[in-house]
């Protein structure tokens, strides 16, 4: 498989577990009532938009091949 796709599953997944948890961790120290179902289509949204922006950042004017915005 290749790298840049890896790289992007591992900062999609790793986008997707701290949203998750952030949105748990947040409804139980506010107001907000959220179902995990609800939290967990927040976190993918989340993971969509890290892929975009990795994948944009790998073929864009901006970053380099990692797709870091700051290589």
């Known amino acids: 498989m290749n790298k840049l ?4 599953a591992e900062r999609a997944l790793s986008t997707f577990v701290q949203s998750f948890v952030a949105i748990v961790g947040g409804a139980s120290v506010t107001s907000i009532d959220a179902s995990l179902v609800e939290s967990a ?21 901006v970053g380099d091949d990692t797709g870091s915005l700051v290589g």
């Open 41 to 61: 289509i927040v976190a993918g949204i989340a993971a969509a938009a890290s892929v975009v922006k990795t994948g944009l950042a790998s073929k864009g004017p």
């Open 5 to 8: 796709y890896i790289d992007i």
